[in-house]
């Protein structure tokens, strides 16, 4: 399991400026600095796997609601792919993890890191997802 710094990606970085004006469908249109978010989201860092259709990522979350969350990840996934998260909490001795599915809804180079900061809503989260998070706390 990698590391919250730790970089797998052999990817050069690209300025998100860059991206936007090459392939504007992989990133988010609206307006920059606008709040999208509905639900509250607490930060809360856990590890996590990701799966697309072709391949398995490894991050990590910045904040966490029952429908979405900010992951950190090394490779950029395109808005609108649908993927499976895997939420790693192994101090939860009989719930060490929770599957969720979700959609990317953005997903911009951050300068700091360099990663993506990649924006997921769960469109129809598990009820139990919600106690689970209870948990975290």
Wanted: charged fraction near 25%; include cysteine; glycine fraction near 4%.
């Amino acid at each position: 399991m990698l590391d919250n710094d730790e970089q797998t990606s052999t990817a050069a970085p690209v300025d998100d400026t860059e991206l936007e004006s090459t392939v504007p469908h992989l990133v988010d249109d609206s307006p920059k600095g606008q709040e999208r978010r509905i639900h509250f989201r607490r930060p809360l860092r856990l590890r996590v796997m990701v799966a697309t259709h072709n391949q398995l990522l490894h991050g990590r979350t910045d904040d966490i609601s029952s429908h979405g969350t900010c992951l950190r990840l090394d490779l950029l996934i395109p808005v609108k792919t649908h993927i499976r998260i895997r939420f790693l909490a192994p101090f939860i001795p009989d719930q060490d993890h929770f599957d969720v599915a979700g959609e990317v809804r953005y997903s911009v180079l951050t300068s700091e890191s360099p990663c993506y900061r990649t924006g997921i809503a769960f469109p129809e989260p598990p009820k139990e997802f919600q106690r689970w998070l209870n948990r975290l706390q």
